[in-house]
C-alpha cells in the first residue's frame, strides 16, 4: 500500500510559477512509476506528466503537449517525493492536481492512462487567475 499527499497549489496570476510536491509512503519508492494528472470542474481527468522507472536510476519523462516546455516532473528518491515544477501558468491550468503512482506501468501509453494507477492522493487545487 502507497499513501500519496500532494501540496503546493494555490492561487496565481497567469505567468506566474508553482511548484507541486507529491510524497510518498514505502520503502521501494524509487521503483514506483508517479505520474501527475488533473482534473477541471465539468470534465476528466486528463494526463499532465508522468516519471517512469525502466531499471536501475533510469527514468523516462512524458509531459501532456499541453504543458510540455512549460512543466517539468522530477524526483527525490531520498525524501520519497516527486515534483511538478510548473512554470509560465495559464488559466486552462486551473485544476485540481492529482499525484499518482504504480509498479506496473509499461510504455508511454501505460504512463498516461489514469486507469493503470493504483495509488492516488487527495489532490491539491491550482487556480491560474487572468
Known amino acids: ?18 511548484r507541486l510536491s507529491c510524497v510518498a509512503s514505502g520503502r521501494t519508492f524509487n521503483s514506483y512509476n508517479m505520474g501527475w494528472f ?5 470534465k476528466e481527468r486528463e494526463f499532465v506528466s508522468a516519471l517512469t522507472w525502466s531499471g536501475r536510476s533510469t527514468y523516462y519523462a512524458y509531459y501532456a503537449d499541453s504543458v510540455k516546455g512549460r512543466f517539468t516532473i522530477s524526483r527525490d528518491n531520498a525524501k520519497n517525493t516527486v515534483y511538478l515544477q510548473m512554470n509560465s501558468l495559464k488559466p486552462e491550468d486551473t485544476a485540481v492536481y492529482y499525484c499518482a503512482a504504480d509498479q506496473r506501468l509499461s510504455g508511454a501509453s501505460s504512463a498516461q492512462n489514469p486507469r493503470d494507477y493504483d495509488y492516488w492522493g487527495q489532490g491539491t487545487q491550482v487556480t491560474v487567475s487572468s
Open 38 to 42: 488533473r482534473q477541471a470542474p465539468g
Open 1 to 18: 500500500q502507497v499513501h500519496l499527499v500532494e501540496s503546493g497549489g494555490g492561487l496565481v496570476q497567469a505567468g506566474g510559477s508553482l
